[in-house]
T-cell receptor
Framework: GENVEQHPSTLSVQEGDSAVIKCTYS??????FPWYKQELGKGPQLIID?????GEKKDQRIAVTLNKTAKHFSLHITETQPEDSAVYFC?????????FGQGTILTVHP | SQTIHQWPATLVQPVGSPLSLECTVE??????LYWYRQAAGRGLQLLFY??????ISSEVPQNLSASRPQDRQFILSSKKLLLSDSGFYLC??????????FGSGTRLTVV
């Protein structure tokens, strides 16, 4: 089955800096890669996603890049704000089922 | 628009007591439904998923069971809770090849 590795497990940045979270996947058949943000005590919320026929997607301060050859994808957050502090999960969809990474705790210090 | 409801939000249950968590989806038909458990606020462990009424797949052998009595209803149960069943339980719905929409979660504490 699919295996998704996510790094780093924790990330601490100063407000205004950029943050990058990286994931690798094992199944070359995976074709959909969403990213979720989970705030304390809440369910994960989809923040951005990308399909395998696209290399990059941007939505305001967040962007996702995908390298199919290397089987890795990344989340980029620019101009970070304290409200970006949360746990972020990447995922890969293979044969209709999502496999999640282990999560990254992002802390943005004011 | 589609919405997913999960309740209760918090639950404290004694060891050995039964459990029933309910999840319902509105605004869509024949969704794929999922139950996840999250321990220590980190990884998402898939417990069960269902692609249709009465169709349940178990990912991890455990003290829990799931049922789907109606198209948009997914129930997580236990006959006798263990301390190790404590955690944050999340219901989600999705479509094959797409992302999932999660409910707001249930914080279960077994005492």
């Amino acid at each position: 089955g699919e295996n998704v590795e996510q790094h780093p497990s924790t990330l601490s940045v100063q407000e205004g800096d950029s943050a990058v979270i990286k994931c690798t996947y094992s199944d070359s058949a995976s074709n959909y890669f969403p990213w979720y943000k989970q705030e304390l005590g809440k369910g994960p919320q989809l923040i951005i996603d990308i399909r395998s026929n696209v290399g990059e997607k941007k939505d305001q301060r967040i962007a996702v890049t995908l390298n199919k050859t290397a089987k890795h994808f990344s989340l980029h957050i620019t101009e970070t704000q304290p409200e970006d502090s949360a746990v972020y999960f990447c995922a890969a969809s293979s044969y209709g089922k999502l496999t999640f990474g282990q999560g990254t705790i992002l802390t943005v210090h004011p | 628009s589609q919405t997913i409801h999960q309740w209760p939000a918090t639950l404290v249950q004694p060891v050995g007591s039964p459990l029933s968590l309910e999840c319902t989806v509105e605004g869509t038909s024949n969704p794929n439904l999922y139950w996840y458990r999250q321990a220590a606020g980190r990884g998402l462990q898939l417990l069960f998923y269902s692609v249709g009424i009465g169709q349940i797949s178990s990912e991890v052998p455990q003290n829990l069971s799931a049922s789907r009595p109606q198209d948009r209803q997914f129930i997580l149960s236990s006959k006798k809770l263990l301390l190790s069943d404590s955690g944050f339980y999340l219901c989600a719905w999705g479509r094959t090849g797409g992302g999932y929409t999660f409910g707001s979660g249930t914080r279960l504490t077994v005492v």
